[in-house]
Nanobody, 121 residues
Framework: QVQLVESGGGSVQPGGSLRLSCAAR????????MSWYRQAPGRERELVAG????????EYADSVKGRFTISGDHTQNTAYLQMDSLKPEDTALYYC??????????????WGQGTQVTVSS
C-alpha cells in the first residue's frame, strides 16, 4: 500500500520560515493534482495551496498568498511547501494530498499523516 510521508514541520518564531516535503513511498502513476491542507484545533481542514500538472497552475488560500509557495514533481510524486513570513495563525497540522482521479487507470486520492507547524514567540 502506498503511503505519503510528510516532513519539515516544527516550531518557529513569527516571521520565520519552514519548508514542508511530501513523498510517496511506493509506486504511483503520475499525479494530476498535489496540494497541502491544514487543520487547526477546532477548525475545519482547509486548502492551503495546490498545483496542477496541467500547465503547472497553482492556487493559494487568500491568507497565505505572497508568503507560501507550492512546488513539486508530478512524475516523482513529490510536493513541497515553502512557508515564509509565518504568523501564529499559520499554526496547524499540515497534510499533503496527491490525487489522480480523471484517468481511468491508476486512480488514487491519498493523504499523508500530517506534520505539525507551530508559530509562536
Amino acid at each position: 500500500q502506498v503511503q505519503l510521508v510528510e516532513s519539515g514541520g516544527g516550531s518557529v518564531q513569527p516571521g520565520g520560515s519552514l519548508r514542508l516535503s511530501c513523498a510517496a513511498r511506493g509506486f504511483l502513476l503520475r499525479s494530476e493534482y498535489m496540494s497541502w491542507y491544514r487543520q487547526a484545533p477546532g477548525r475545519e481542514r482547509e486548502l492551503v495551496a495546490g498545483i496542477s500538472d496541467s500547465g503547472g497552475r497553482t492556487e493559494y488560500a487568500d491568507s497565505v498568498k505572497g508568503r507560501f509557495t507550492i512546488s513539486g514533481d508530478h512524475t516523482q510524486n513529490t510536493a513541497y511547501l515553502q512557508m515564509d513570513s509565518l504568523k501564529p495563525e499559520d499554526t496547524a497540522l499540515y497534510y499533503c494530498n496527491l490525487r489522480r482521479i480523471a484517468h481511468s487507470i491508476g486512480k488514487y486520492d491519498l493523504w499523508g499523516q500530517g506534520t505539525q507547524v507551530t508559530v509562536s514567540s
